[in-house]
């Protein structure tokens, strides 16, 4: 059965941070690289974050320095730890594979930034 269950978003102000959570079933979650993306209204899916090999991280310029991805294979769980947070990061938050290797895509995650 296939999985992507994402949480953790909601409003803040600019400045502010939250951290996102993702929990993946197995089949998508083990032995493949995953990565964060978002859609902001308007905008195609773009892709954030993303840890390759369990540890070697790569950031889209826009979100480097504020925010981490991080993954925890005990718990097939992703997490991204957003710091800083400006309104350009206003989006629906999605977890996934890097690269998609299906066309599954959970609900996503609500984050708001406003004052």
């Known amino acids: 059965q296939v999985q992507l269950v994402e949480s953790g978003g909601g409003l803040v102000q600019p400045g502010g941070s939250l951290r996102l959570s993702c929990v993946a079933s197995a089949s998508i979650f083990v032995f493949n690289d995953m990565g964060w993306y978002r859609q902001a209204p308007g905008k195609q899916r773009e892709l954030v974050a993303s840890i390759i090999g369990g540890a070697r991280t790569n950031y889209a310029d826009s979100v480097k320095g504020r925010f981490t991805i991080s993954r925890d294979n005990a718990k097939n769980t992703v997490y991204l730890q957003m710091n800083n947070l400006k309104s350009d990061d206003t989006a629906v938050y999605y977890c996934?594979?890097?690269?998609?290797?299906?066309?599954?895509w959970g609900q996503g995650t609500q984050v708001t930034v406003s004052s």
């Open positions: 996934n594979q890097v690269p998609l290797h299906h066309p599954y």
